[in-house]
């Protein structure tokens, strides 16, 4: 029986993440954890600092959890305002998660890469699976570690790491959370509301992006798909859609014909300006099957239509 423990379930990803999870595996069978409290787990919710070995060990071995889902870090933009501090979290989280696997015989592990792998090196169009890992952030620089070790504990000690670089994830169940591609969430939050938006890059900055129900439905299909079709043991590439803040926009003006944007770029268009336009994933698709569902408009018609919804409903961010 798999008993699955979601560290940092109260991100972006790992918010949906666990709820389907729960659908799945029964409510009973995943517990969600976060470093800070949280509701709308129910029951099944416990505070976790993955900093801390003790604490993870005991959560670990008194719930019998053989399945990890590691979602917490510190994103692209966020970790270049206090570097050291993110290199610090981002990877001794992991290391815990690493041993405290090994030794207390938790059997499988996910753990979340990212475009933010590739830096200047990488070709921008169609960014291969084997393209060079020269990152221009410590985010990227700590996930490129992060997938070498995810590499020598399946090597060394067999454990079963299964990763991907997912690309920007765009979902409305909850707000923004501090990332480069972030704008393609925030911005429907302002359209929704009949606000303008500032975006912090150029118009015609082109970058990979993915909707949050295919970034799920692709993380379950690869820890579920057997181990012997999978041949990539630091991260598979993955891809859903490219677009630029421009055509997203234009998207958007068809659900809010009123919605302006301007264009005030910052820190963040360095950042972008060295992640890939689009992502090559032919060795997913080939390797367990991976195909993307959503496109740009159909992203937009489910965000701006659930967002509006929200709004009216008096929703708010927290």
């Known amino acids: 029986m798999k008993k699955i423990l979601v560290i940092g379930a ?26 800070r409290p949280l509701s709308g787990f129910g029951g099944n919710f416990i505070g976790l600092d993955a900093t801390d070995f003790e604490g993870l060990k005991r959560v670990v071995t008194d719930h019998g959890i053989n399945e990890i889902y590691h979602l917490a870090a510190i994103l692209s933009a966020s970790g270049e305002k206090f570097p050291l501090d993110t290199w610090d ?10 041993e405290v696997s090994r030794l207390h015989g938790v059997s499988k592990v996910f753990y979340p890469s990212s475009i933010a792998v590739f830096g200047q090196n990488a070709p921008k169009v169609d960014t291969p699976q084997s393209a060079p890992l020269c990152p221009t952030t410590v985010y990227g620089i700590s996930k490129v570690a992060g997938e070498n070790w995810a590499s020598y504990y399946h090597q060394k ?31 429907f939050h302002k359209a929704v509301q009949n606000k303008p938006y500032e975006c912090f890059l150029e118009p015609s900055t082109m970058l990979p992006m993915i909707y949050m129900d295919d970034a799920i439905r692709a993380t379950i299909e690869l820890m579920e798909a057997p181990a012997a079709s999978i041949t990539v043991r630091t991260s598979y590439n993955l891809a859903g859609m490219s677009f630029s803040p421009a055509q997203l926009a234009a998207s958007i003006k068809g659900h809010c014909p009123g919605f302006e944007i301007s264009y005030t770029p910052d820190f963040r268009q360095e950042i972008a300006d060295s992640w890939p336009m689009s992502i090559d994933d032919s060795v997913a698709r080939k390797g367990w099957g991976w195909q993307p569902a959503y496109n740009l408009d159909a992203m937009t018609d489910i965000m701006a239509s659930q967002l509006k919804l929200k709004y009216e409903n008096h929703y708010s961010v927290v």
């Not at 990803?13 to 517990?31: A, D, H, K, P």
């Not at 979290?89 to 690493?98: A, D, E, R, S, Y």
């Open 89 to 98: 979290i981002n990877m001794k989280t992991f290391f815990n998660v690493l």
């Open 157 to 187: 000690y067999g454990l079963d790491i299964r990763s991907l670089r997912y690309p920007g994830i765009i979902g409305y169940q909850s707000p923004p959370g501090g990332g480069t591609t972030d704008y393609a969430v925030d911005i």
């Open 10 to 35: 109260g991100g972006q990803v790992g918010s949906v993440l666990t709820g389907e999870l729960q659908t799945r595996y029964g409510f009973e069978n995943v517990i969600a954890s976060d470093v």
